[in-house]
């Protein structure tokens, strides 16, 4: 997976990678770094860079994201593929079909619904683990579910169709 990520007026792009052993890789800029990353509290993250310890806390003011390293506001800006709102701005438009695809490796943990299935924007569709968390993917326009390409326990590539909603 990987996020484009601008803060203090400098752009960046961070990869996130899986192993064989199920342990992330993360490269800053292309260049390899060493990075363990846990969620203390659903605002405070811990997070060792090249040994190196630092609180993380997201600052949920809206309209201006931003982390509180220390005692430095740091605003940011990120392309996220797993977004709701960078599914909506990467679709050209609400109208004929639309796939939904996996936005990283993972596991289909649950789907939430069949083929045949009417949908509501924003309506949950499948459960996925991938990083070690779970993530809801819901439906960016309302229709009728015509196609379900993938079953619950189905470990799925980035990419891989999971169903269509027309």
Request: aromatic share 4%; with cysteine; proline share 6%.
């Amino acid at each position: 997976m990987t996020y484009d990520i601008e803060m203090r007026g400098h752009k960046h792009t961070l990869s996130v990678e899986h192993g064989p052993d199920r342990q992330e890789r993360f490269l800053l800029d292309g260049k390899p770094c060493a990075a363990d990353a846990r969620f203390l509290s659903p605002r405070v993250l811990s997070l060792l860079i090249d040994g190196r310890s630092y609180r993380v806390v997201f600052d949920p003011r809206p309209g201006a994201e931003a982390v509180v390293v220390g005692e430095h506001r740091m605003t940011f800006t990120i392309a996220d593929p797993r977004s709701l709102r960078w599914q909506k701005r990467a679709s050209a438009s609400d109208t004929g079909a639309l796939s939904i695809t996996a936005p990283m490796p993972g596991l289909i943990v649950k789907l939430l619904v069949a083929a045949g299935d009417v949908v509501k924007t924003e309506q949950p569709l499948v459960v996925m683990e991938a990083m070690k968390m779970q993530n809801e993917l819901k439906a960016s326009k309302a229709g009728r579910v015509t196609r379900v390409a993938v079953e619950a326990g189905a470990i799925v590539p980035a990419g891989k169709l999971l169903l269509v909603i027309e």
